[in-house]
């Protein structure tokens, strides 16, 4: 890797000052299994127990086969990454605990991993084609709306995986761990006033699912419209108003938040732009969309979520407890979560801003979050409206940033589409 500037144009730095992308047609193209084993099979790896790990295991042949190149294309603003990954390295001097040190490593794995990934992908090339990464990351979308489904026919449901019985008890004592190893399909929770089956799987949490939910819509989106992705419209079309369901009973205000944000933001984007055909679909969806809502008690269940705020003291402590504990270690944090002395969660476990800053100090939060910005802004510009899709990946994940942690899926989603993105202004500038 040596990267030099480049042309103002372009959203990359490389060895070559000629064009926005170097991959020689003379070497072997990247393949394309690490990343279908990641993505695509990630449900199977859920109900084994793997799910926690299979970031971290695919990433490796990927970086086995980045090595190998003799030139690679970085994002602008990479540095910034590197930077954090400097911020987490020095944070394990906080580690005190042999359970918190599996969680540091593990976490420090998903980094790695994460990291491999974005360079992977945009060096992908013709053995990579971006509407092969659209598709895996729409195929796990397909599995999160089916998983919101499974949490009405199985509930509760948990077991412990393969995985589970054949880790030492040492690191099932690890909350994240022990979690990542018990897979199951909902929370049953009494939010409401009456009890709602929350979905999670294929993630551990909650949260995680509704996250996932509306980071994925958008690669949905650009599937809906563009034939290369290769999957059925029609699928894709049911999907989408089907999701509509598991997604008001989830109650996850962030998801609704998020999710709405990114809707109008893209609307609003292709609407300046002259998009007349993509304002006359978006109002079309939200038609249908209140329709479904006042039609159903769909509509009354959102209502009833949005005045009951039981969390939303607790969240602001925690908020606070993280500001306050990174200002007693300010530059590298305390290397992970750590419990308070009240019953609620413990400090850094709601809300990726307040998760890395407690975490990783100062440094960390910089770099994390000058590394988002810096992908956000280098995307903005986009030719086609599959790339403003994939941009508007960028812009959930942020606004998700207060309330939602972004280890490890986010991370992954949001760096895979921001090489989507990357490529697609890329090949149109070239």
């Not at 299994?33 to 990433?59: D, E, K, N, R, V």
């Not at 407890?321 to 709601?350: E, K, L, M, S, Y």
């Amino acid at each position: 890797m040596n990267p030099v500037a480049e042309q103002s144009a372009g959203p990359f730095m490389s060895a070559d000052r000629s064009s926005g992308v170097v991959r020689p047609e003379s070497e072997v193209p990247l393949p394309t299994w690490p990343l279908t084993l990641m993505i695509t099979a990630y449900p199977l790896w859920f109900l084994l127990g793997l799910s926690g790990f299979t970031w971290i295991i695919f990433a490796v042949p990927m970086a086995i086969a980045l090595i190998q190149r003799r030139d690679l294309v970085v994002p602008k603003g990479f540095g910034l990454w590197l930077l954090f990954v400097v911020a987490v390295t020095g944070s394990v001097i906080s580690i005190d605990e042999i359970p918190r040190l599996s969680g540091w490593i593990l976490r420090y794995g998903y980094y790695f991993a994460v990291l491999v990934f974005l360079l992977y992908l945009l060096n992908g090339g013709r053995g990579l084609p971006v509407w092969t990464i659209v598709r895996s990351f729409a195929i796990l979308w397909l599995a999160t709306v089916a998983g919101g489904f499974l949490a009405f026919v199985f509930g509760t449901l948990s077991f412990k995986s393969p995985v589970g019985y054949l880790l030492p008890q040492v690191l099932l004592e690890n909350e994240l761990i022990g979690t990542l190893v018990t897979p199951s399909f909902a929370d049953i929770q009494d939010i409401v006033g009456f009890p709602v089956p929350r979905p999670k799987a294929p993630f551990p949490y909650t949260n995680s699912w509704g996250s996932m939910l509306a980071l994925l819509t958008p690669f949905a989106m650009i599937a809906l419209i563009e034939p290369r992705v290769g999957l059925s419209r029609r699928l894709i079309k049911v999907a989408l108003v089907a999701s509509i369901i598991p997604a008001v009973i989830s109650l996850n205000r962030g998801l609704w938040l998020s999710l709405g944000i990114g809707l109008m933001y893209v609307a609003m984007r292709l609407g300046v732009a002259g998009g007349n055909r993509a304002i006359r679909t978006s109002l079309v969806a939200i038609a249908v969309l209140a329709a479904i809502l006042l039609l159903t008690p769909l509509g009354d269940l959102i209502e009833t979520r949005l005045s009951t705020g039981h969390s939303n003291a607790d969240r602001t402590e925690l908020a606070f407890d993280a500001i306050r504990g990174t200002i007693q270690r300010p530059v590298f944090g305390w290397g992970g979560p750590r419990p308070n002395d009240r019953n609620i969660p413990p400090v850094g476990t709601h809300g990726q801003i307040w998760f890395v800053m407690f975490s990783y100090g100062f440094v960390g939060a910089i770099g994390y979050l000058g590394g988002l910005l810096s992908l956000a802004w280098n995307t903005r510009r986009q030719p086609t409206t599959a790339g403003m899709w994939a941009h508007s990946v960028l812009i959930i994940g942020l606004v998700q940033m207060p309330f939602y942690l972004h280890v490890p899926y986010q991370m992954f989603a949001m760096l895979g589409a921001a090489a989507v993105a990357l490529r697609i202004r890329s090949e149109a500038l070239t």
